[in-house]
């Protein structure tokens, strides 16, 4: 499966290489939902959220946009989740899944580490079925706050330490995101080996054989870039990825 992303900055659709430089702006998201949810879920990000550009009262730029574009479509959200009052919030506006980045991996104090009192307490409050973990990871390493930090901890060891918090896990190869340079696939391989979850891949991803190649693999992908420069089509990558050896009729 195909998930669409929508990233929200400054009130504007755009997509960032390696969450830094920007490459593209559009403001068109009621529109892209519109033609993203004709074929799976939909991602979107609050990167000002993720990046703490926040205004006194908490809300973003791009707060306003976020909350029309949730109940249209099959939603998960993520940028800025740290607790589970905004994550309940999210889920009552219309989200069916929060992404948590990193809050899952710094603890009260702002030291790293695996939060298992704060992962414990989203549990409790919203139900696993309902979260995703972002385990976002430059070199094999988790990074988090926007990406601009290393958490100094073990990819494959981190998602395995946070796969009992969550329904999926969300993968994001950082040092290609954007970059349209191709997955590290051996990668991808040992952290599925490695948990048993749903699993979601990102960055880099450019070509449909790609996709096909991850669908294969037991892994959905995330696209953003491939989709906004048109390298991959999402109708073209929703049939590939059909298992026409596993059923002989699929519902439409």
């Known amino acids: ?9 400054d009130g504007k659709v755009v997509q960032l290489r390696q969450g830094k430089d920007l490459v593209l702006e559009r403001d068109n998201p009621e529109e892209l939902i ?3 949810d004709r074929y799976g879920e939909v991602a979107i990000i609050d990167l000002d959220q993720a990046l703490r550009n926040t205004k006194p009262d908490g809300t973003t730029a791009n707060t306003a946009i976020l909350k029309s574009l949730l109940r249209r479509g099959s939603v998960r959200v993520g940028g ?14 219309g989200a069916e899944k929060v992404i948590i980045g990193s809050a899952a991996f710094a603890m009260s104090d702002g030291t790293p580490g695996i939060n298992t009192a704060f992962l414990d ?3 409790q409050a919203i139900g696993r079925e309902h979260i995703i973990v972002s385990v976002d990871a430059r070199e094999g390493k988790i990074t988090v ?3 601009t930090e290393d958490a100094g901890i073990d990819l494959i060891e981190g998602a395995k ?3 009992p918090y969550c329904s999926e896990l969300l ?3 950082v040092e290609r995101e954007g970059t349209m340079t191709g997955i590290d696939m051996s990668l991808v391989e040992r952290l599925r080996a490695a948990v048993q979850c749903r699993l979601v891949v990102a960055g880099g991803v450019s070509t449909l054989e790609e996709v096909v190649a991850l669908e294969r693999l037991g ?7 491939a989709l906004y420069t048109g390298k991959v089509a999402l109708k073209d990558g929703f049939i590939e990825c059909l298992d026409w050896k596993r059923v002989e009729l699929v519902t439409v």
Do not use: H, Y
Request: net charge neutral; proline share 0%.
């Open 1 to 9: 499966m195909i998930i669409s992303s929508i990233d929200l900055k």
């Open 34 to 36: 519109a033609e993203f």
């Open 80 to 93: 800025g989740i740290r607790d589970a009052k905004k994550a309940k919030e999210l889920l009552s506006l």
């Open 121 to 123: 307490a989203m549990v």
């Open 145 to 147: 706050k926007g990406w």
């Open 161 to 163: 330490a946070v796969e």
């Open 171 to 173: 993968f994001t190869c």
């Open 219 to 225: 892994c959905d992908v995330q696209l953003g870039m």
